[in-house]
């Protein structure tokens, strides 16, 4: 595809009230190709946290786009992210999701890696007869080109020349230490990764994160299932069984908002703080004085985040961080956990894992929803016309480029806003991140041509 066929995807005009997307984006392989290169492999992407490789020769193994890597504590303590792939003939040198291991012996030829990514062994080396360039030739893992910690949360690019972590994140850094902030030791993943697949395009997934407006037409199950627990926690009184009958979605009250940030994060978030429900009740005086109380209100509150472009921190029904590797055009993997605060009281962590499992899994009352939508998304794309879809309008009057008092709260200033009541159901949350996935693709296209000519010339 030429920078003027990627260029005509979006049809994006502020002063007219337009904003659209060509229905290729979602099913061409020549705009997941460029995808692939010039968004999941040039951007940071999320890898993972540092609590899940704790100890020395601890790893996780994990994706950056199409690129196997390896994420694998020395025995000095410190964490290093590499290709995983042997530097014999690339094989994939660690199998496993996570483990613990001295070293990584690959199983093609049996070259032996340490868990610092140094080559210990080459098999029958002394008979192998290499040239002197062998001999100086670096043999070690090869190290991704940038890998951070941003408060135990791993980030990576293959890119050299991407931007520093602080400043892809940004202002959305402040969203993340919602999140991180919620013990003072930070996060951990309860144990029971979910992985799954559904046939459709991995942007369906991220633009429903983002997605109100979808959630009393396609969950009306786990909303019925709300209104029974809600009746009968009214005779017995107990509180516990409807954690999640405070519907932001229906009370007058509340207010529902957006913000956009740079680099195409967004986040969507409700002002109904669920106080009596969360796992984190119980130790709300502690986290108020913490943080204050307008920070333990934030935490406390109904929140969909995503780090443009694979990671997405769920907390509404329950506490979710969702990782989407897309495979293919029309297939996408999810990687899933439940996650908590460490050293959080048993509990409370019962209660916590009880909520993750009714709404999230595979097995829950929403996933199944959201999955089998996608795929009707997917089928009804497949048909040659029309050529743009109308799913990015709605709010476009209630949209501002400055910040509100909500924002100020946090003390970051959004490329855009917007807040008004519940069911206002703003779509346009995603105008920045499809602005910040085009530029990226017409950049590309354009790189990719200049090198087609220079190495036509």
Request: proline fraction near 6%.
């Amino acid at each position: 595809m030429t920078p003027t066929d990627i260029a005509s995807l979006l049809d994006d005009r502020p002063a007219d009230g337009i904003f659209r997307i060509e229905r290729r984006a979602f099913q061409d392989p020549d705009v997941f190709d460029l995808e692939m290169r010039h968004v999941f492999e040039a951007n940071w992407v999320f890898l993972g946290l540092d609590s899940q490789a704790p100890k020395p020769h601890d790893y996780i193994t994990t994706w950056l786009g199409r690129a196997p890597v390896l994420v694998s504590r020395g025995a000095d303590g410190q964490l290093r992210c590499f290709i995983n792939s042997c530097r014999h003939k690339r094989s994939t040198l660690a199998h496993l999701p996570s483990g613990n291991a001295r070293v990584h012996t690959c199983r093609y030829h049996g070259w032996v890696f340490d868990s610092s990514g140094a080559n210990k062994l080459i098999k029958s080396r002394e008979e192998g007869a290499y040239s002197e360039s062998f001999e100086h030739s670096d043999r070690d893992l090869e190290p991704i080109a940038k890998f951070e910690n941003y408060r135990g949360m791993l980030f990576g690019s293959l890119n050299p020349d991407a931007p520093s972590l602080d400043s892809y994140l940004g202002d959305a850094k402040a969203v993340l230490d919602l999140v991180l902030d919620q013990s003072p030791q930070g996060i951990e993943l309860i144990p029971g990764v979910v992985r799954y697949t559904f046939e459709a395009n991995w942007k369906f997934q991220l633009e429903n994160c983002s997605d109100s407006y979808h959630f009393t037409s396609t969950h009306p199950s786990f909303l019925r299932l709300a209104e029974q627990r809600a009746r009968s926690a009214k005779e017995t009184g107990d509180i516990k069984t409807v954690w999640h009958n405070n519907k932001p979605w229906e009370s007058a009250e509340a207010r529902l908002g957006t913000f956009s940030f740079e680099h195409g994060h967004s986040l969507l978030w409700s002002s109904q703080v669920n106080v009596d429900t969360h796992p984190l009740f119980g130790q709300l005086p502690e986290l108020t004085e913490r943080v204050g109380q307008v920070r333990a209100k934030w935490i406390l509150s109904t929140r969909n985040f995503t780090i443009f472009p694979s990671l997405q921190i769920a907390e509404n029904a329950a506490s979710q961080i969702r990782v989407m590797r897309p495979l293919s055009a029309t297939r996408t993997e999810m990687i899933t956990y439940c996650f908590a605060p460490i050293d959080e009281k048993p509990e409370a962590r019962a209660q916590r894992i009880r909520q993750y499992e009714d709404f999230f899994n595979p097995s829950g009352l929403a996933t199944p929803d959201d999955t089998v939508i996608y795929e009707d998304c997917q089928q009804g794309y497949a048909a040659p016309t029309p050529r743009w879809q109308l799913g990015y309008m709605r709010g476009i009057a209630a949209t501002s480029d400055r910040s509100n008092s909500y924002a100020r709260e946090l003390d970051i200033d959004p490329v855009a806003s917007v807040d008004g009541p519940v069911n206002l159901y703003d779509e346009t949350l995603m105008h920045t991140t499809y602005r910040a996935w085009h530029r990226q693709l017409v950049q590309g296209a354009q790189h990719d041509g200049a090198l087609r000519e220079k190495d036509a010339a």
